[in-house]
């Protein structure tokens, strides 16, 4: 095994972290609160976890990662006032929806503390906040390269299962990828929710009124894992061309199984290690990388799963 690797099994057990209470990775240092916006039904974001617990253990810095229980962007809100509040060097977070979130995240700037912008958002909206780089997937660009991709592959009509449908900066994947598709977005976006069966049956209900569809885009685990089911159950689970964002047990078995032909790793892990770091350093030495970071995307097919299938929901 090598080092990084028992870095990463010793990172693991400090992954469980309940909203509000903090995933310690060390009694002394700099301390940085990470605030997301998903709910604590979300496993994706465990992999953020185990990236924040990492990066604390090598910096030797106490990291927090703290989340709205049901999703909620209001009680987001809230929540980074309350980080701010608790007077940490930096905070790290997610800009899921800049009307609801600019405003408390612009006065943690005037307070005087570090933030970096992660995972949503884009570099303008962070220069706009005041934050000091944005470290993440352009999600326009990922979905403009995944429908080129589809288009290649001889796609030409699709639906996007939309289970964040509040997060308008994820949006952008489904009308990135019609437009690498040359179509119109129109309806062929449809709000999933978060509720799996729900998720299950309202693609069942779009690809039964709408038998032409040639392919299903989903935008991670959340909406993948249920219509990997609603595929199964209609017959079409192999027969009709599917590609994902993000990546999860589910989804790698998918791939394994020719029934998903692609996945886009946004590479979550590095989305929370580098802030931490990043941080971290600026805190120490005065030192920033002069640009935004881009952690995505990079497509895994059926050919890429070795390392991948096995840090799949962990660090991948």
């Known amino acids: 095994m090598t080092s990084l690797f028992k870095k990463f ?46 990066a604390g253990e090598q910096m030797n810095v106490e990291v927090e990662y703290r989340n709205p229980t049901s999703g909620d962007l209001a009680d987001m809100a809230r929540i980074i006032e309350q980080a701010a509040a608790s007077g940490p060097d930096g905070i790290i977070t997610t800009l899921a929806d800049f009307d609801v ?30 934050a000091l780089m944005f470290v993440g997937q352009p999600e326009y660009d990922a ?22 449908i509040s997060n308008t900066v994820v949006a952008e994947r489904c ?16 709000d999933a929710g978060q509720d799996p069966s729900e998720i299950k049956n309202r693609v069942k209900a779009y690809l039964t009124a709408n038998p032409e569809t040639e392919a299903v885009l989903t935008l991670g685990p959340v909406s993948a894992d249920p219509t990997i089911i609603a595929l199964e159950e209609m017959g079409l689970a192999g027969d009709i061309y599917f590609g994902t964002f993000d990546l999860g047990d589910e989804i ?24 931490v770091v990043i941080l971290a350093n600026y805190d120490r030495y005065g030192v920033l990388p002069g640009n935004n970071i881009n952690s995505g995307p990079g497509f895994v097919t059926k050919d890429a799963l070795t390392l991948v299938e096995k840090y799949a929901g962990e660090y991948r």
């Not at 979905?143 to 964040?164: E, I, M, P, Q, T």
């Not at 009308?175 to 449809?190: H, V, Y």
Request: glycine share 12%.
């Open 9 to 54: 099994a010793m990172a693991t057990a400090l992954v469980a972290a309940p909203l509000m209470t903090a995933t310690t990775a060390s009694a002394e240092g700099e301390r940085y609160v990470l605030v997301s916006h998903a709910p604590d039904s979300d496993s994706w974001w465990n992999t953020v976890k185990n990236g924040i617990a990492l």
């Open 101 to 130: 979130l600019s405003g408390p995240i612009r006065a943690a700037v005037d307070q005087g503390i570090n933030v970096i912008i992660m995972n949503s958002g884009t570099p303008e909206q962070t220069r706009e906040v005041g």
């Open 143 to 164: 979905g403009y390269a995944a429908g080129l991709r589809a288009k290649g592959d001889g796609v030409g009509s699709f639906v996007c299962v939309n289970h964040v």
């Open 175 to 190: 009308r990135g990828f019609a437009d690498g598709l040359g179509i119109d977005l129109g309806s062929s976006m449809i």
């Open 252 to 275: 790698v078995k998918a791939i394994k199984g020719d029934i998903i032909q692609w996945g886009i790793d946004q590479q979550p892990f590095l989305q929370a290690y580098l802030p």
